[in-house]
């Protein structure tokens, strides 16, 4: 994180984006981590995700990114969280609500420059709304966003240029937006000079970047790990998992690993892929179940159940897994189930392990 902040100038808020149980690292115990190091925006995409990080922390500043349907707008207001409007029916309705609980509804405002994804385009009649919202006595307009495309510098500045023509044409109007933002982790790495009062840095925050956009020196944070659950010696010929598709060529050792596709991992890398144990690689065979896995150890392994078996990490970097799979590595990280147990390590020891019941 150091170095994260070694690239933004002091007034320059780091939003940590925790979106997707913080890209399947936890939110709640990410957030209580970067909290102590002096984070205190969080942002997320869903209602949802914003109430369960609201119940951690009264004092978090926590801001909802995507679209909050009219009926549960009235949980922003009562969690005191800030939510993305982007049309002015949801700001009577905020404004209304608020007014009913003798409070102001705070929002941010999601512009739309080309993504063409969610926002209000920029026109008149979108003008003359913002005006409208600016009036309403129960709704706090503390910000103003848009989202690059990072498609190439001139299409970035492009939409960031129309951004702040807008913000220009409000401030000319007397209407004035504090926190403005439009950079994500590498729009944040690339334009320095587009950080506005906030930065959206998801991605980096994981050590997770794009090879050929990478400026910044962060390494993934994230591995995965399990232990065999049952090995077994099977004899030539014998078949393993469903329908039968992979035989044994000669007698040989088999582990059941309790990880599978409803855990996160790619069913479609039957035949495929291969973990790691004490520095040697052994191949999934058979259907990968919902819940389970075989690995082939071979006859004269000695592998037990108390070994640890490396799916993600120093030996299978995140980055090959992505390409594996054809995917990025957002992807991945973000499939990574709830009910997998997430390990924290601090100075190579264990400091918390999170999981969904105990
Ligand atoms: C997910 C998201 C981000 C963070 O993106 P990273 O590339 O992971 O940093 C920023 N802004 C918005 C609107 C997002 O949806």
């Known amino acids: 994180m150091a170095n994260?902040?070694?690239?933004?100038?002091?007034?320059?808020?780091?939003?940590?984006?925790?979106k997707a149980n913080a890209y399947g690292h936890g939110a709640k115990y990410?957030?209580?981590?970067l909290y102590n190091h002096g984070v205190k925006y969080f942002l997320v995409a869903t209602l949802l995700e914003a109430i369960q990080l609201r119940n951690e922390n009264a004092n978090y500043q926590l801001l909802?990114?995507?679209?909050?349907?009219?009926?549960?707008?009235?949980?922003?207001?009562?969690?005191?969280i800030i939510g993305t409007v982007f049309t002015l029916d949801q700001a009577r309705l905020l404004n209304k609500l608020a007014y009913k609980k003798g409070t102001q509804a705070k929002v941010h405002l999601k512009i739309e420059t080309g993504f063409n994804r969610l926002g209000m385009q920029i026109n008149e009649e979108n003008i003359q709304d913002i005006l409208q919202m600016s009036q309403m006595n129960h709704l706090d307009i503390q910000g103003a966003f848009t989202h690059l495309t990072l498609k190439s510098k001139d299409s970035d500045l492009n939409q960031y240029n129309m951004f702040m023509d807008l913000i220009s044409t409000l401030e000319a109007k007397g209407i004035h937006i504090p926190v403005k933002h439009v950079c994500d982790s590498i729009g944040m790495a690339l334009y320095p000079e587009f950080h506005l009062s906030m930065v959206r840095v998801g991605a980096l925050l994981y050590g997770l970047q794009s090879e050929d956009k990478g400026i910044i020196d962060v390494k993934p944070i994230l591995s995965f790990y399990t232990k065999p659950s049952c090995?077994?010696?099977?004899f030539s010929g014998e078949s393993v998992s469903y329908?039968?598709?992979?035989?044994?060529?000669n007698d040989t050792i088999i582990a059941t690993l309790p990880f599978g596709y409803a855990d996160g991992f790619?069913?479609?890398?039957?035949?495929?892929s291969f973990v790691t144990i004490h520095q040697n690689k052994y191949p999934i065979v058979g259907a990968i179940c919902m819940d389970q896995c075989m690995i082939d150890l071979g006859i004269s392994s000695e592998v037990t159940t108390n070994d640890a078996v490396e799916i993600l990490g120093p030996y299978n970097n995140i980055e090959d897994f992505a390409q594996l799979v054809g995917t990025n590595k957002n992807d991945i990280v973000s499939g990574f189930a709830a009910r997998i147990p997430r390990v924290y390590i601090k100075d190579q020891k264990i400091c918390h392990i999170e999981n969904e019941i105990l």
Do not use: S
Request: aromatic share 12%; no cysteine; hydrophobic share 40%.
């Open 4 to 18: 994260i902040n070694a690239f933004i100038k002091d007034d320059v808020i780091l939003g940590a984006v925790l």
């Open 243 to 249: 329908g039968n598709r992979w035989f044994a060529k």
């Open 266 to 272: 790619p069913r479609t890398l039957y035949q495929k």
């Open 231 to 234: 090995i077994k010696k099977i």
């Open 64 to 80: 909802v990114m995507g679209h909050t349907p009219d009926d549960y707008l009235h949980h922003l207001i009562n969690y005191n």
């Open 30 to 33: 990410t957030a209580k981590t």
